[in-house]
């Protein structure tokens, strides 16, 4: 294989393994109150090491990472605003459950920065599956991310 074409799939795998620790961070966040530089500092320190050498996963890119970590809290009232708006009327956020908000927030984040509909509501479709396998939670969330990404696009 052409070396151009390894390196273009490595970076799509690296981006996949930041929007996986983009939830995990944006759970942390919400649960403890972490500031985004510890978090950061955290998947970047032992989170990162622990998957590359412990688990054998890819390598992340944390610059994509902390993009859609800072993107998330800068814009959070009007993710989830449009989050709201994309679920039953007769919703609270706090009945969300928190991993599945995580994946909407993070969601939300990257089409603010302009990711292709199609590749995020993909990538965050299979994390939803990773973390609810058996479970509606994955109708919910094709569902939402595609309401989601009409309101927010269209804004």
Same mark, same amino acid.
């Given at each position: 294989?052409? !070396?151009?074409?390894?390196?273009?799939?490595?970076?799509?795998?690296?981006? !996949?393994?930041?929007?996986? $620790?983009?939830?995990?961070?944006?759970?942390? /966040?919400?649960?403890?109150?972490?500031?985004?530089?510890?978090?950061?500092? &955290?998947?970047? %320190?032992?989170?990162?090491? +622990?998957?590359? $050498?412990? %688990?054998? $996963?890819?390598?992340?890119?944390? /610059?994509?990472?902390?993009?859609?970590?800072?993107?998330?809290?800068?814009?959070?009232?009007?993710?989830?605003? %449009?989050?709201?708006?994309?679920?039953?009327?007769?919703?609270?956020? +706090?009945? /969300?459950?928190?991993?599945?908000?995580?994946?909407?927030?993070?969601?939300?984040?990257?089409?603010?920065?302009?990711?292709?509909?199609?590749?995020?509501?993909? &990538?965050?479709? &299979? /994390?939803?599956?990773?973390?609810?396998?058996?479970?509606?939670?994955?109708?919910?969330?094709?569902?939402?991310?595609?309401?989601?990404?009409? &309101?927010?696009?269209?804004?």
């Amino acid at each position: 294989m052409e !070396s151009s074409k390894i390196t273009k799939l490595q970076k799509i795998k690296e981006k !996949s393994v930041s929007r996986l $620790y983009a939830v995990q961070a944006l759970f942390q /966040i919400e649960a403890n109150s972490n500031s985004i530089e510890k978090i950061v500092l &955290e998947f970047k %320190n032992h989170r990162e090491k +622990e998957n590359l $050498y412990s %688990n054998n $996963y890819s390598r992340s890119d944390l /610059i994509f990472f902390k993009k859609i970590i800072e993107t998330t809290v800068k814009h959070q009232k009007k993710i989830d605003m %449009n989050i709201m708006k994309s679920i039953k009327d007769d919703w609270a956020m +706090e009945r /969300i459950d928190p991993t599945l908000r995580a994946i909407f927030r993070a969601a939300a984040a990257e089409f603010l920065i302009k990711t292709p509909p199609k590749v995020v509501i993909s &990538e965050f479709l &299979e /994390i939803a599956k990773s973390f609810f396998p058996n479970g509606k939670e994955c109708k919910l969330a094709n569902g939402v991310l595609d309401k989601l990404a009409t &309101e927010i696009l269209s804004t």
